[in-house]
């Protein structure tokens, strides 16, 4: 070779791999200079006395403060150190202000909310919160805030994006109370699905598919019900004209909205081998970088409570204890949303119809801030707001024209915020009820157990009285014939204390048998699952409960196994599939063919059952957004209706297809998806090597190197161990438990907590994912509860001198 030329390569190369180690050096140095110390001690202006945060080696801090004001001061301030980026996420999306940061791409969700007001609501509700709630908003504001004026490097994320954080508001943690009050409201999703079914099918066939609560179906309190029942409705008249718009997708929002299968299962002394109260929760749904859930033990004043946080909110919310009682929600699924259709003046867009004559919209332009190159430009918004609430047909398009929507979380008074602090400093059943009494907009349950022994749970929904019977679609406005005369009081409200049978359980599913719910669809498979679970023995070991929470058992394969052997065995290619599922032991573990077939063969059911009469586009709404469960009813409804039901394909003119003629195909659908996919290897096939969890970051489509996984992981979306997954790309996970807690009451130092991937929203921090290989085994940390002391890491934070 030249000489010359060998030294330039040479050069080359050692410019290339001094290019190299400074860009790797570059990107290390760029995205660890956000991540914050553990240990030492800051000044911080706003502190009154020295608090003290102890952080264990998960990045769990104990927060130890003298007084109230300065323990919820340095929440806000350790939460933004860690969190800053998700925080503005959630209350620029409640703002309706997302576009300042994203520009075009996030203009329609920044319709969305500014029509529906969640941001005039929560500035509303800042004039009603009690005196110790006010002094918790208004600290944990100043310690955002101190954050922000004293940190040198925002999250990266700002700096990746051109922007920076405004200034916290006490509102700003208002809007956050009202958007996870919102989630946890299914219909607003599930109203949408059911306008689209009445749109393309009528009535008749919406009345079929109402819901639906079977005989015996496993309530939390209270005796089964005796016989089936279902929802029907009249035909209102309001079939919209834009049959072809979509219902359950919701515009683009790195704040997700969604709610999900989630469960607590409490169980007295004496049901337990120890002879105390046993207490588990596990509020599932999406996880996320970071977790929607921060991780937080707060200690001093009127406080000593443990549990999840929501990043931006002060106290513990939806899984807590505070030393005498333990908490934990599941979804309510409870009717407390309706929509209108409003008749307009045609010679005055700002008019409409009443029983009383013409009354005016309250009309308000409330313009959208839109980044764009080299600035910002203004979008017009005018929202117009009846009786029955905001105008929402152009952000919720599977409604008619002037359809509007009523919530009482938007109606004045949520009491969100003052409900989870009372909550948080409780110390009895008649104080956790009270707490809750305060609330208006979400429909949960909440599951209770105390230091004494005592378990319980009190079902919170605000339920509309409604004058015309059941809204499950849009109603005509113009009357008021189906207008809300008040709300069921809440003494009226299921609830249970101290159960003879020793223990109490929600899975989403009706918390007793009752008329009020409205248009509700309940879960119950999980809940039948438990059931038998409960009833095996008498007293449970700790471990034993602790596990129960991991449980992968498929009372849904119990159920359809037995169809499926009857309908393939006389098919010579279907029969040794089907006998291998009559051998299952039904659960969905990771090492199971047969999950994964079953899974598959119910999806393939769903769509070749309902797909002729209620359209593609339809039945992909349910797999779109994850409600799975609402058609998996349906299904189970008309199981016993074997020549009847939906099982005919109605697109076959000369046949008349049958239950087993829909089982068998959707079985050779099944197996074919399968093969395509994965090949031939059955090995291929196990549960745990096709159903992953991908946990992705709100930039990750664009820095993909910001997501994690994918984990393996059991269960899917009918066991107590769920792992929801996406039809779209079988079988890939969209929603497990996003976090969990288990409380010996026995002995409190056991108390141990989960919610994945990690602590900190910084890329590169070690607890940015250091929980999500554990989370995806089922397994949890130990809380610190009880010693908070003891942990190494200190932080001292020191009122700044003046």
């Known amino acids: 070779m030249n000489p010359r030329l060998g030294k330039w390569f040479k ?321 309510g699924n409870g009717d407390n949303v309706d929509f209108f259709v409003e008749k307009v003046d045609p010679a005055n867009p700002n008019r409409y119809l009443t029983e009383n004559g013409y009354r005016n919209f309250t009309v308000i332009e409330d313009p959208i801030k839109v980044k764009v190159k080299g600035g910002f430009r203004e979008e017009k918004l005018t929202v117009r707001v009846s009786r029955h609430g905001p105008v929402i047909s152009a952000v919720m398009k599977a409604f008619p024209a002037n359809c509007t929507m009523l919530w009482p979380g938007l109606m004045g008074r949520d009491g969100s915020m003052d409900g989870l602090l009372t909550l948080n400093r409780a110390r009895t059943f008649a104080e956790f009820r009270l707490a809750l009494g305060m609330v208006r907009g979400a429909s949960v349950h909440l599951g209770y157990a105390d230091v004494d022994g005592n378990i319980g749970y009190q079902y919170v929904s605000t339920l509309p009285l409604r004058k015309g019977g059941e809204n499950p679609v849009a109603m005509p406005g113009e009357k008021g014939a189906h207008d809300w005369t008040g709300f069921l009081p809440y003494e009226r409200h299921p609830y249970e204390y101290n159960p003879k049978k020793g223990y109490v359980a929600s899975f989403n599913q009706m918390p ?150 829909m089982f068998a195909k959707s079985m050779r659908d099944a197996l074919a998806q399968i093969g395509e996919k994965f090949g031939g290897n059955e090995k291929k096939w196990a549960w745990g090597r096709v159903h992953k969890m991908p946990i992705k970051h709100p930039l990750g489509a664009v820095l993909p190197f910001l997501n994690l996984g994918p984990y393996d992981y059991a269960g899917d979306d009918f066991t107590i161990h769920a792992g929801w997954w996406d039809r779209y790309n079988p079988f890939t996970m969209k929603s497990g438990a996003a976090i969990r807690i288990v409380v010996d009451m026995g002995d409190l130092s056991t108390m141990t907590l989960m919610s994945p991937p990690g602590q900190s929203g910084h890329y590169m921090s070690p607890h940015y994912s250091d929980l999500a290989e554990t989370w995806s085994k089922g397994g949890q940390v130990s809380a610190h509860y009880t010693a908070p002391e003891k942990l190494g890491n200190v932080l001292s934070l020191a009122p700044a001198k003046p």
């Open 11 to 331: 050069i080359s190369a050692i410019a290339i791999v001094a290019l190299v180690v400074i860009a790797f050096v570059s990107f290390q140095v760029f995205f660890r200079l956000a991540i914050p110390s553990y240990s030492g001690t800051i000044d911080v202006p706003g502190l009154k006395q020295p608090v003290e945060v102890r952080t264990d080696d998960h990045g769990i801090p104990h927060i130890l403060a003298k007084n109230d004001e300065d323990l919820f001061f340095a929440q806000g301030y350790i939460t933004a150190r860690e969190r800053m980026f998700q925080m503005d996420l959630t209350r620029l999306a409640g703002r309706g202000e997302l576009s300042t940061l994203f520009g075009e791409k996030t203009l329609e969700t920044d319709r969305y909310f500014k029509t529906l007001g969640f941001y005039r609501a929560a500035l509303d509700e800042y004039k009603n919160l009690s005196a110790p709630t006010r002094l918790a908003v208004d600290a944990y504001t100043r310690g955002v805030n101190a954050y922000l004026s004293t940190t040198k490097r925002l999250p990266r994320e700002y700096f990746i994006l051109g922007g920076k954080p405004a200034e916290w508001k006490a509102a700003d943690c208002l809007v956050g109370a009202l958007l996870m009050s919102y989630r946890l409201s299914a219909p607003r999703s599930t109203k949408a699905i059911l306008q689209r079914i009445y749109d393309h099918a009528g009535a008749a066939t919406l009345n079929r598919l109402l819901p639906w609560v079977p005989a015996d179906a496993p309530v939390i309190s209270g005796e089964p019900p005796r016989a089936p029942s279902a929802v029907t409705v009249r035909d209102p008249g309001t079939r919209n004209a834009r049959r072809d718009e979509t219902a359950a997708a919701e515009p683009f929002c790195p704040v997700l909205m969604r709610q999900r299968a989630s469960n607590w299962m409490i169980f007295s002394g004496s049901r337990t081998a120890t002879g105390k109260a046993v207490f588990t929760g596990s509020p599932d749904l999406e996880a996320v970088i970071p977790s929607l859930f921060y991780l937080v033990h707060l200690k001093g004043g009127s406080y000593d409570v443990i549990g999840g946080s929501i990043a931006g909110l002060p106290g513990v919310h939806a899984v807590g204890f505070n030393g005498r009682i333990a908490w934990s929600i599941t979804v």
């Open 512 to 661: 007793e048998t009752a008329p009020f719910y409205g248009t509700a669809f309940f879960l119950f498979e999980r809940g039948y699952r438990f059931e038998e679970m409960a009833r095996a023995k008498e007293r449970f070991t700790v471990d034993e409960i602790r596990a129960m929470q991991n449980d992968t058992g498929s009372h849904l394969a119990k159920r359809f196994v037995p169809y499926i052997a009857a309908a393939c065995a006389k098919d010579a290619s279907l029969a040794p599939y089907a006998k291998r599922l009559e051998a299952w032991d039904r659960f969905v573990s990771a090492e199971s063919v047969e999950a994964t077939i079953f899974n598959a063969f119910v999806t393939k059911l769903i769509g070749n059952t309902f797909t002729d009469e209620l359209g593609a586009k339809i039945v992909d709404e349910f797999f779109k957004d994850l409600y799975v469960s609402i058609p998996v009813q349906w299904l189970i409804r008309y199981l016993d209706e074997p020549g009847g039901g939906f099982w005919d394909d109605v697109t076959t003119k000369d046949v008349r297809e049958t239950r087993d003629d």
